[in-house]
């Protein structure tokens, strides 16, 4: 069902404001008032007002879903799990969460290069439940940006479903993340940390699948043993969970080049039960997928670390640093990450979001050319308050110093 806004400014919504109080007991703090005056957390421009969306969307009565996941049988869960996947398309090629880097911009450079899907950045249910100005800058979308995914930390059931509840008529899936592996998530209880805890994993998929009309997702990581993989997956599914991601490493595994995913653990999980299952690691290029998908039988492949250096991988792009050496079928594929940052600084004009996550990108979309200009870098670094003015005249000065390092694609997929 089509929602409709109370503003001209059409293209990017904006939650209501809405608070709610909750627990603070085993949540990280707030931002402090000296982060909310660093310039990097403001937005980078002021873009088009923000629109307001009626309050009866905010409610969930926007959709078209039909009854919450809790009215139906297991069976009728399954079939309608499937239905939706179905819907959307069967996407294959999204946009994996990232801490302040899948937001919107990117996400929208990322489907204009063939991306099918994406999943927001992970999202803190508390301070997003709470707070208005971390529900402004941190989550954003727009009418194009679906299929949409939007993941939340939590580890309180009822915290979490009044921030799904906010989100819920603007995405196809409320996701919960049971996968982040770092401190942060150690000292906030939550991600893979809660992997000891099933119980408590159980009643926050099921206070979802109970409340929501959208489906819920999840995204895990693989314990050390496959049967206890396979077990966990089977209770999320048996919870009301309608996609699985699964993350072929352990929560200890977090060097992601030197550690391959396991291909095999994820068909294992794919075979083990009968939701639409993702598969996530060892996607650097296009080949990857076609090999991921060979072997694990997943519904489609989730990609970070290498789609923040190269937007453009799921339309056939790659890096030099995947062309082998003396390759024929691979050729200059006439576009290059300078190109590539220039439209996402353009997005970000046009979807504002905060310098640090601006900052961010040009860094990682630039990381071999500041290797070898690194003055450039320096020059970025020194910058305490960035412009885009200033951020396309870094490409103009790498131009004028002969930087070129071109992306390549296959003579097959250059279509």
């Given at each position: 069902?089509?929602?409709?806004?109370?503003?001209?400014?059409?293209?990017?919504?904006?939650?209501?404001?809405?608070?709610?109080?909750?627990?603070?007991?085993?949540?990280?703090?707030?931002?402090?008032?000296?982060?909310?005056?660093?310039?990097?957390?403001?937005?980078?421009?002021?873009?088009?007002?923000?629109?307001?969306?009626?309050?009866?969307?905010?409610?969930?009565?926007?959709?078209?879903?039909?009854?919450?996941?809790?009215?139906?049988?297991?069976?009728?869960?399954?079939?309608?799990?499937?239905?939706?996947?179905?819907?959307?398309?069967?996407?294959?090629?999204?946009?994996?969460?990232?801490?302040?880097?899948?937001?919107?911009?990117?996400?929208?450079?990322?489907?204009?290069?063939?991306?099918?899907?994406?999943?927001?950045?992970?999202?803190?249910?508390?301070?997003?439940?709470?707070?208005?100005?971390?529900?402004?800058?941190?989550?954003?979308?727009?009418?194009?940006?679906?299929?949409?995914?939007?993941?939340?930390?939590?580890?309180?059931?009822?915290?979490?479903?009044?921030?799904?509840?906010?989100?819920?008529?603007?995405?196809?899936?409320?996701?919960?993340?049971?996968?982040?592996?770092?401190?942060?998530?150690?000292?906030?209880?939550?991600?893979?940390?809660?992997?000891?805890?099933?119980?408590?994993?159980?009643?926050?998929?099921?206070?979802?699948?109970?409340?929501?009309?959208?489906?819920?997702?999840?995204?895990?990581?693989?314990?050390?043993?496959?049967?206890?993989?396979?077990?966990?997956?089977?209770?999320?599914?048996?919870?009301?969970?309608?996609?699985?991601?699964?993350?072929?490493?352990?929560?200890?595994?977090?060097?992601?080049?030197?550690?391959?995913?396991?291909?095999?653990?994820?068909?294992?999980?794919?075979?083990?039960?009968?939701?639409?299952?993702?598969?996530?690691?060892?996607?650097?290029?296009?080949?990857?997928?076609?090999?991921?998908?060979?072997?694990?039988?997943?519904?489609?492949?989730?990609?970070?670390?290498?789609?923040?250096?190269?937007?453009?991988?799921?339309?056939?792009?790659?890096?030099?640093?995947?062309?082998?050496?003396?390759?024929?079928?691979?050729?200059?594929?006439?576009?290059?990450?300078?190109?590539?940052?220039?439209?996402?600084?353009?997005?970000?004009?046009?979807?504002?979001?905060?310098?640090?996550?601006?900052?961010?990108?040009?860094?990682?979309?630039?990381?071999?050319?500041?290797?070898?200009?690194?003055?450039?870098?320096?020059?970025?670094?020194?910058?305490?308050?960035?412009?885009?003015?200033?951020?396309?005249?870094?490409?103009?000065?790498?131009?004028?110093?002969?930087?070129k390092i071109p992306l390549y694609v296959k003579d097959s997929t250059n279509t």
């Amino acid at each position: 069902m089509r929602f409709s806004l109370l503003r001209h400014n059409h293209h990017l919504l904006q939650l209501p404001k809405l608070s709610f109080m909750a627990s603070l007991t085993t949540q990280p703090p707030l931002p402090s008032t000296a982060q909310e005056e660093n310039h990097d957390e403001l937005l980078c421009s002021s873009g088009p007002t923000l629109s307001e969306v009626r309050e009866d969307k905010v409610e969930g009565k926007g959709l078209s879903l039909g009854q919450p996941n809790g009215y139906l049988t297991g069976e009728a869960r399954i079939e309608r799990a499937w239905s939706h996947w179905k819907k959307l398309g069967r996407p294959k090629l999204i946009v994996a969460p990232m801490v302040d880097c899948s937001e919107l911009p990117f996400r929208m450079l990322c489907r204009k290069y063939g991306a099918q899907a994406a999943y927001t950045p992970m999202l803190h249910s508390r301070i997003f439940s709470e707070t208005e100005k971390y529900r402004a800058s941190e989550f954003t979308t727009c009418q194009e940006d679906r299929p949409l995914f939007v993941q939340f930390c939590a580890n309180d059931p009822d915290v979490l479903l009044e921030a799904a509840r906010m989100v819920e008529p603007f995405c196809d899936y409320v996701d919960i993340n049971l996968g982040c592996p770092q401190r942060i998530a150690r000292r906030g209880n939550y991600g893979a940390f809660l992997m000891e805890k099933l119980p408590l994993v159980k009643s926050l998929v099921e206070k979802l699948a109970q409340n929501l009309e959208v489906p819920v997702s999840c995204k895990i990581r693989i314990f050390p043993d496959l049967q206890d993989t396979i077990n966990y997956a089977k209770m999320l599914e048996e919870a009301g969970c309608s996609l699985l991601a699964v993350h072929g490493r352990t929560r200890d595994q977090k060097d992601q080049r030197k550690i391959r995913a396991d291909w095999s653990a994820i068909r294992e999980v794919r075979n083990a039960i009968r939701i639409p299952v993702l598969a996530n690691g060892n996607i650097r290029h296009l080949d990857d997928v076609h090999s991921c998908l060979e072997a694990t039988g997943a519904e489609g492949v989730l990609s970070a670390d290498a789609l923040l250096e190269n937007p453009a991988l799921f339309a056939g792009f790659r890096t030099p640093e995947w062309v082998d050496e003396g390759e024929e079928s691979c050729k200059d594929g006439s576009i290059d990450q300078a190109e590539l940052l220039v439209e996402y600084l353009k997005l970000c004009e046009k979807y504002p979001v905060p310098w640090r996550i601006v900052r961010a990108h040009v860094h990682k979309m630039l990381g071999e050319w500041f290797r070898m200009q690194p003055q450039v870098r320096e020059d970025l670094n020194a910058q305490s308050r960035l412009t885009f003015e200033f951020l396309y005249g870094l490409v103009d000065r790498l131009r004028e110093l002969d930087v070129k390092i071109p992306l390549y694609v296959k003579d097959s997929t250059n279509t």
